[in-house]
């Protein structure tokens, strides 16, 4: 279907009913060249009337789309919804162009109010077999095209200004034609609620006639036109609406991104190329040699080697792909094509990355201060514009040194939000120090963020008052002591002292009730960490440190009955937990002067390194950390280990011990590659497993090494792979195990010292230079 010149003007005293496409530049340009030419009295746009209070902002010099109107319940801000509008959107060409002209523009749509209540309704209700017609793809698949996009493209996006119609009206005319059939084979295609929408855009057309006159302009989807079209009553419409659902509802203007309006959910949403369609809308001539030298620019930036011939070509092959593929203009297939071929060279990597910043785009709009905001809102704006800390669309790294007051207070706003729900900021590992006075963030806005400060909006007025009242509810609530912890944690990290008392009161409530030593080896770890961020960000925590100590003498006591007669889930749980209370004992000793502590955890350790009921990954962990800390000699390693690999040992069970001894901890792979006598133990035990055995306890020996680093797997194979070694003996004066004793090659350490010396600057004697 191409449109048509000719017949198109209304009837004498009908509306101008344009019917478009949602976020197509093709539409966005036929519709300011309708309106340029009709000059009507108002203009109505599709979109809920409760936003009309909010139209005169579009006209605001910070108003820079892409944008959306959110509406949500007040008294349930999680119930919302969008209405997305880019720069290239028909209905925003339509209300900038009303703003400039002084003339009236309404939306006209069913209620948010109405539309909220309803989704609530069918959020119990079973998903439709059907989604529904797409118009535009029935129309390509009658016209012999496979891709919906690829046919909008050629018959509406691609007509070129010499291509016109003579009349601006004719476009939308064909249109309407093309969706009146439609609408007569399909019905309502699949969509029920547009009956209720439709006539609901009627009754207020008839009201903006009555108000404005004959000389009205409708901007909406073109699939509704019919439906305007249709001889109706007032009665008939409004017994449509009767009954409806209803919901108090607030409105307003906030930020969108491209990579939104590629989703294929919400208003109008699902465009894949918002990047794309906006530099159509955009460019004043010569869109694709202006697009391949975006692309060329984007490429270089990442040091790829893009020539301005490189750029040529890609324009001349483009050109090329669309004269064989009879495209009326180079579309994004074949510019992308092109691209590929000439500029990456064949590969879909730097295509990819194209397609993220370009095609689809990582633009972040903006709405001006005035637009109505929650005051929690409004505060978290005047804090990031403090904070000097500006939402972006695109995801960023984000460095911040504690000891500096503004990087602080970024963290504090940072971990309040988190505790909110806001997840603007998610902790990152850093990739420099990782002390406690630096933290890594990995920043992302999105526009549903806006959402979540609404619903946040019920604990407070500030992102501070609301994250304490939040903490202190949460606390009370709580049911395990693991998650008190973590509040507690959360609380010193957002800098919520007000807070602190309820989550403390909580947290030794919880503590003197519980008398799970799982769930107390879980809780240590976080209330350690909250220690020394404490100590870091000058908080007191001399009560947090009575707390902790108090659980780990309780769990010095209770762990190991509790480790014994475990199945391998169980001890694989005991295992994380061991290493997770022995990662903190020192943190707790230095923090609150428990001088004690160590020795007696010390003590715990020995008795799971020495009790055949243990499990053998634990009692294998134990005797690790225990030789980590210098409490245990390596002749006693060794006799533990040579017990646990014995032949009346299962070798499941052995090979349990070797995983916790030297599997997953670091260092466990260069442990063996130091210690010969240990290597020596593994390799005797490993080739004296019998075959018919060896099979079930693979998969756990390859867990084990598979952790280690390329490396260290390589020495040991070069160390086994050498063989017995002559030697007698150790340098500490025990017999080396064959195959791996520490005999020294004199030869070859002679050979690199001359290379030494020269690195250090010594002179080198004759002789050895020899």
Do not use: N
Not at 264 to 270: D, K, L
Not at 482 to 511: F, H, I, K, N, S
Not at 667 to 673: F, K, M
């Amino acid at each position: 279907m191409r449109p048509h010149a000719g017949g198109t003007a209304p009837a004498p005293g009908a509306p101008l009913l344009l019917g478009v496409r949602h976020h197509g530049p093709g539409s966005a340009r036929a519709v300011l060249a309708a309106l340029d030419s009709a000059r009507p009295s108002a203009v109505l746009v599709e979109g809920p009337p409760e936003g009309d209070a909010l139209l005169p902002l579009a006209a605001h010099r910070r108003m820079r789309p892409p944008v959306a109107l959110l509406a949500h319940a007040v008294d349930d801000p999680g119930r919302a919804a969008f209405w997305p509008l880019a720069d290239f959107s028909p209905e925003w060409v339509a209300i900038r162009w009303a703003a400039r002209h002084g003339i009236p523009v309404r939306f006209v749509d069913l209620p948010a109010a109405h539309s909220l209540a309803l989704a609530e309704q069918r959020e119990g209700e079973p998903e439709e077999a059907s989604p529904g017609i797409d118009p535009i793809g029935v129309l390509a698949g009658a016209a012999g095209y496979d891709d919906p996009e690829r046919w909008w493209e050629d018959v509406v996006e691609h007509r070129s200004a010499d291509g016109r119609p003579a009349d601006p009206q004719a476009p939308f005319a064909a249109l309407a034609e093309a969706m009146t059939a439609l609408r007569e084979v399909y019905g309502d295609g699949g969509h029920p609620l547009d009956a209720v929408r439709e006539a609901c855009m009627r009754l207020q057309l008839r009201a903006a006639r009555k108000e404005f006159g004959d000389g009205v302009a409708v901007v909406c989807g073109a699939w509704h036109v019919p439906a305007l079209t249709a001889r109706t009553t007032v009665a008939a419409d409004r017994a449509l609406l009767k009954g409806m659902p209803k919901v108090k509802a607030e409105l307003t203007w906030v930020p969108w991104t491209h990579r939104r309006l590629a989703r294929h959910s919400g208003y109008g949403a699902g465009i894949e190329s918002p990047g794309w369609y906006g530099h159509l809308f955009g460019a004043p001539d010569r869109p694709v040699e202006r697009w391949m030298t975006k692309v060329a620019g984007l490429l270089r930036d990442t040091d790829r080697a893009v020539s301005s011939a490189d750029v040529i070509e890609t324009v001349r092959l483009a050109g090329t792909l669309a004269a064989l593929r009879g495209r009326p203009a180079v579309g994004l297939a074949e510019a992308t094509d092109a691209v590929r071929a000439v500029m990456c060279e064949g590969s879909d990597v730097p295509l990819a990355l194209v397609r993220d910043r370009l095609v689809v785009g990582q633009v972040l709009g903006e709405v001006p201060d005035t637009a109505p905001a929650v005051p929690l809102q409004r505060d978290l704006d005047r804090q990031q514009r403090t904070l000097r800390l500006r939402p972006e669309a695109e995801q960023r790294e984000l460095e911040l040194d504690l000891r500096k007051d503004t990087d602080a207070a970024r963290s504090r706003l940072l971990h309040r939000l988190r505790l909110l729900g806001v997840d603007w900021g998610e902790p990152a590992a850093g990739r420099g120090s990782t002390g406690t006075f630096r933290e890594s963030w990995r920043l992302h806005w999105e526009p549903e963020l806006f959402v979540r400060i609404a619903e946040a909006g019920v604990w407070g007025t500030t992102v501070l008052g609301a994250a304490t009242a939040k903490a202190e509810s949460d606390a009370v609530s709580a049911s395990s002591l693991a998650g008190v912890t973590a509040l507690a944690e959360q609380c010193l990290l957002a800098g919520l002292p007000e807070a602190l008392p309820v989550v403390m009161r909580a947290l030794a409530d919880r503590a003197a009730l519980d008398a799970d030593v799982g769930h107390l080896a879980d809780a240590l770890p976080a209330l350690a960490r909250s220690l020394r961020y404490g100590d870091v960000r000058s908080t007191g925590t001399a009560a947090l440190g009575e707390v902790a100590v108090g659980l780990a003498e309780r769990v010095c006591v209770g762990l190991p009955p509790a480790c014994t007669g475990l199945d391998a889930a169980a001890a694989a749980e005991a295992h994380r937990r061991v290493d997770g209370v022995h990662s903190v004992i020192g943190l707790l000793a230095d923090a609150v002067g428990a001088v004690g502590l160590p020795e007696r955890w010390a003590g715990v350790l020995r008795k799971l390194s020495a009790r055949d009921a243990v499990a053998g990954v634990i009692r294998g962990r134990a005797t690790r950390l225990l030789l980590d800390d210098g409490r245990l000699t390596g002749g006693d390693a060794a006799r533990l280990m040579g017990l646990a690999l014995s032949p009346g040992t299962a070798p499941a069970e052995a090979a349990a011990w070797i995983e916790g001894f030297v599997g997953g901890a670091a260092g466990g792979g260069l442990l063996l590659v130091h210690d010969d006598r240990l290597l020596g133990l593994v390799d005797t035990w490993l080739t004296g497993i019998p075959a018919g055995t060896f099979t079930a306890v693979l998969p756990l020996l390859r867990r084990t090494f598979s952790a280690y680093e390329p490396g260290v797997r390589r020495t040991l194979g070069e160390l086994v792979r050498r063989g017995p070694d002559v030697g007698g003996e150790d340098g500490g004066g025990v017999p080396a195990v064959p195959g791996f004793g520490e005999g020294l090659d004199e030869e070859r350490a002679e050979a690199v010292v001359p290379v030494l010396r020269l690195l250090l600057g010594v002179d080198v004697p004759a002789e050895a230079s020899r």
